[in-house]
C-alpha cells in the first residue's frame, strides 16, 4: 500500500501521529479520517482492515491515535470524550491544508460517537459511518462499573480495560454525561451508515436502533453478524469496509478521471507486515492478490499463478467467443476452466528428474450452444491461438528496473 507517516496538532499544541494510507497509482477521490474504539490505537488489525478495504476503493485514508494513546503526545487521564471530537477536527483541518478536507468519517465503538458529533462541525464531510458505536457516549461506563464508587468519592481511579491499565477521573464522566448522541444524530443533516453485530456484548444491538430512530435519513443499517465488538475476525473488517466504501461513493463526489500517469499497466505494494496479502492495481481496477491459507497466506484474494491462469481462461473465452459471431455460430455460452502445476514433461528421456518438470496449464472447455463437430473441433483449434496462449508459448522477457 502507499503508506505515510503523519503527524499534527492538537488543540493543545501536542503531537499526534498517524497513518495516512493512500491508493497505488491513483490520486485519492476523497479523503477519509477513521476514529479508532475507546482506548485502542490506530493499529487495531480492523482499523487497518477497513482502511485498506477503503484505499482499495480509491479513497485516502487517516487513522491516528487520540490524545494520549498509541504514538500520540498527552496523557489518557486528562482527556475526556469532548477531547476526541476535537482531536477530530485537528485531522480534519490537517487534510484540509496538506490533502484535501475529509469528506467521510468512520468512527468504531465510542470513536463512532464522535464521529457524529464531530461530522456536525466539519462541513466538508457528506457521509458518515460508525461501526459497534453507543446511542450515547455515558454507555462506557459499564466498562468500569466496578470502579464508579471509587471514581466518584475519590475523582480518579486506576481501571483495567482489555488488559491495560487506565487512569479514568471524574471530568471524564462528566464529559460523557453532557453530551447526548441522540439530539446530534437527529441533527445531523448528513448521509449515515450504522453497522452493528446482534451478537455484541459490549456494546448491544439496542444502540444501533436508538441512532437510527434518531437520525433522519439518508440513513442505512447493515448487520455484521456473528462478528464481535472488534471484529478480531478479518473477513468481519474487510466486509465492513467494503460495504462502507460502496456505500460511501453514492454521497461523495468521485471525478471521472483522477489517474496518476504510468506507463504500466498492474502495480502490486506489499508491507512488510502484510505476508502475502498484497494490494494491486490492474489497469482501472483494485484488487487483492494472496496465497493459500495452506501456503501461510490469508487467502483474501487470488495466488500469482491463479491470476495467470485467470488470464488464460478469460482470454480463451473471449477469443472464443468473438470467433464464433464472427462466423455466426450458435455458440450460447463458453466456460474455461484452467489451473497450474508443474508437470513431467511428455517424452521426457530423465522422468524421474525434479528437473524434468515443466510448467503445465490445464485447459478444459465446455461449449454451450447448437454446435456440430466440425464446429467444435475448430473451436478447440481457435482456443490455442488466443494471445494470453501465444505469449506463454513465445520467448519472453522481464526487464527489471529499480524506481528512485
Not at 477519509?32 to 477497513?50: E, G
Not at 495466488?303 to 455466426?328: D, F, H, I, N, W
Not at 489451473?339 to 525434479?354: F, L, T, V
Request: glycine letters at 6%; a negative charge.
Amino acid at each position: 500500500m502507499n503508506l505515510h507517516k503523519i503527524e499534527f496538532e492538537n488543540i493543545d499544541g501536542q503531537l499526534l501521529k498517524g497513518r495516512l494510507e493512500l491508493p497505488l497509482d491513483q490520486q485519492p477521490h476523497n479523503f477519509v479520517i477513521f476514529a479508532h474504539c475507546f482506548t485502542c490505537t490506530k493499529n487495531l488489525s480492523a482499523v487497518k482492515n477497513i482502511s485498506r478495504a477503503l484505499t482499495a476503493n480509491g479513497f485516502g485514508v487517516l487513522r491516528f491515535d487520540f490524545t494520549g494513546l498509541g504514538e500520540s503526545e498527552g496523557d489518557f487521564e486528562d482527556t475526556n470524550f469532548s477531547g476526541n471530537i476535537d482531536d477530530l477536527i485537528a485531522a480534519s483541518k490537517f487534510l484540509a491544508t496538506n490533502y484535501k478536507a475529509p469528506t467521510l468519517l468512520v468512527g468504531h465503538s465510542l470513536g463512532g460517537a464522535a464521529v457524529i458529533f464531530a461530522a456536525n462541525k466539519i462541513n466538508s464531510v457528506k457521509a458518515v459511518a460508525t461501526i459497534g458505536a453507543p446511542s450515547n457516549p455515558i454507555h462506557v461506563k459499564h466498562l468500569f462499573k466496578s470502579d464508579l464508587e471509587e471514581i466518584n468519592t475519590t475523582g480518579v481511579a486506576r481501571v483495567n480495560l482489555s488488559g491495560r491499565d487506565f487512569t479514568i477521573k471524574k471530568q471524564f464522566l462528566n464529559d460523557l454525561e453532557s453530551n447526548s448522541l441522540p439530539e446530534v444524530a437527529k441533527n445531523l443533516r448528513k448521509a449515515l451508515l450504522i453497522m452493528h453485530s446482534p451478537q455484541d456484548n459490549t456494546v448491544g444491538i439496542i444502540n444501533a436502533e436508538e441512532i437510527y430512530r434518531a437520525a433522519k435519513h439518508p440513513k442505512s443499517y447493515i448487520s455484521l453478524d456473528g462478528a464481535d465488538h472488534l471484529l478480531m475476525n478479518k473477513k468481519d473488517s474487510i466486509y465492513a469496509g467494503e460495504v462502507i466504501a460502496g456505500w460511501a461513493k453514492r454521497y461523495v463526489e468521485i471525478p471521472d478521471n483522477n489517474e496518476l500517469r504510468t506507463k504500466h499497466q498492474v502495480v502490486a505494494s506489499l508491507d512488510n507486515s502484510d505476508g502475502f496479502t498484497t494490494t494491486m492495481k490492474v489497469g482501472n481496477h483494485h484488487m487483492i492478490a494472496d496465497e493459500p491459507e495452506s501456503f501461510g497466506g490469508n487467502d483474501y484474494g487470488p495466488s500469482p499463478y491463479e491470476l495467470v491462469s485467470a488470464g488464460l481462461s478469460a482470454c480463451t473465452a473471449m477469443t472464443v467467443q468473438m470467433y464464433a459471431k464472427r462466423k455466426e455460430w450458435d455458440l450460447q455460452n463458453i466456460e474455461v476452466h484452467t489451473s497450474y502445476s508443474k508437470s513431467h514433461a511428455q517424452d521426457c528421456e530423465d522422468c524421474e528428474s525434479d528437473s524434468a518438470k515443466i510448467d503445465t496449464f490445464s485447459r478444459d472447455i465446455k461449449l454451450i450452444g447448437n454446435l456440430n463437430e466440425k464446429q467444435k473441433s475448430r473451436i478447440l483449434q481457435i482456443a490455442d491461438k488466443c494471445p494470453v496462449h501465444k505469449t506463454l508459448h513465445s520467448e519472453t522477457q522481464v526487464i527489471t528496473n529499480l524506481i528512485s
